[in-house]
């Protein structure tokens, strides 16, 4: 006569997992505009040329100097020279995403002993060590004989 007994328990097994991404865009950064001034009294010769009598005021900006004048043949050139002031830049959005996942799982425990079946495991273990020590005893009786 052998009877099973099935015994179930759940456990729960949590994962936890962070799972980051990067991801690279490029920008451009446009500074504002920029000027410079430059004030200055022309008058004609006798001859009828133009000649800058006086520089009346002249003002410099954040990056632009201010203009270089020149006349020549009657002709005025202010000329004023600017960096590209345009940044290119790189960017790295970071995102992390947390995500948590829960496992539930069922352990199902077969052929456990019973009551009765330990009984007889218990009454057979200490059998043997009855037999184990009755044949020492007779052994020893034998030889002492």
């Known amino acids: 006569m052998q009877s099973s007994l099935k015994l179930q328990s759940s456990q729960t097994e949590a994962t936890d997992t962070v799972t980051v991404t990067e991801q690279v865009r490029d920008t451009v950064v446009v500074l504002e505009r920029d000027q410079s001034m430059l004030r200055a009294l022309l008058e004609c010769d006798s001859v009828g040329q133009v ?24 002709v005025l050139t202010a000329t004023a ?26 352990v199902v425990e077969v052929n456990r002993l019973n009551t009765w079946q330990r009984t007889w495991m218990r009454i057979g273990q200490v059998s043997a060590v009855s037999l184990i020590l009755f044949g020492v005893y007779k052994t020893r009786k034998l030889l002492k004989n």
């Open 51 to 74: 000649q800058m009598r006086r520089l009346m005021e002249y003002q410099a900006g954040n990056r632009l100097k201010p203009p270089d004048i020149e006349v020549r043949d009657n």
């Open 81 to 106: 020279q600017a960096d590209s002031m345009a940044i290119y830049l790189t960017l790295k959005d970071r995102i992390e995403r947390h995500t948590s996942t829960r496992k539930e799982f069922q």
